[in-house]
Each structure stands twice: as C-alpha cells, then as structure tokens.
C-alpha cells in the first residue's frame, strides 16, 4: 500500500529554520514527481515545491522560494523540505505529495497520493 509519512514539526521561533522529511513506501518513488504544500487555517492548500522525477531540479513557489530547499533522495526514498527565517504566517500543516502521471506539478489536483501531514507551528 502507497504511504507517505511526514516528520519534523513542531513549534519553531520566528526567524529560526526547520526540517521536514518524508517517507514513502509502496510506490515506485524514483518514478513518481514529489513534493510539498502547507494548509493554514481557514487557507486553501498551497504549492510549495516539487522535484522532478526526471532531472531532480525543484520548482518553488514564489513566495517560499528564497528560503526553502527542497532534496529527495531516492535511494531512501526520502523527501526533504528545509526553509529558513520562518515567519507565523508559515505555521500550517505541511504535507508531502507524490504524482505519478506526470514529471513535475504545482497544482494539488495533479497529486496521486497524499500524506497525513505535519503541524509547523512558528510562535514566540
């Protein structure tokens, strides 16, 4: 069965950086384009980056592309996600996305599957 299992939230201070990582499993992950979107409250869920299946190059979104890398690794079918200079208007729940049927995305609607997510909260 396809899995996909995000860690690394938790509360952070603004400015300070983290670390989200994901693990799949069930699915052929050099295969599959993957990738990250966070949902605020009340928001609707927002690209963040995704990587290639076919180059590895990341794609951002614009307005987390100055301080966010994104990295897989797939020999450990591992997805990765650091930003940095958090801000509270990055606290949401980030979730890890993995699509199939095409070699990169940007939109939620193209995601095969999806994982359960994990809460970033950034507060003093």
């Known amino acids: 069965q396809e899995q996909l299992v995000e860690s690394g939230g938790g509360t952070v201070q603004p400015g300070g950086s983290l670390v989200l990582s994901c693990a799949a499993s069930?699915?052929?992950?050099?295969?599959?384009?993957v990738g990250w979107f966070r949902q605020a409250p009340g928001k609707e869920r927002e690209f963040l980056a995704c990587?290639?299946?076919?180059?590895?190059?990341?794609n951002y979104a614009d307005s987390v592309k100055a301080r966010s890398t994104a990295s897989r690794v797939d020999v450990k079918n591992m997805l990765y996600l650091q930003m940095n200079n958090l801000e509270p208007e990055d606290t949401a729940v980030y979730y890890c996305?993995?699509?199939?049927?095409?070699?990169?995305?940007?939109?939620?609607?193209?995601?095969?599957?999806w994982g359960k997510g994990t809460l970033v909260t950034v507060s003093s």
């Open positions: 996305a993995a699509a199939g049927w095409t070699s990169t995305f940007s939109q939620a609607s193209s995601v095969d599957y």
């Open positions: 069930g699915l052929p992950f050099s295969l599959y384009a």
């Open positions: 990587i290639g299946r076919d180059d590895g190059t990341p």
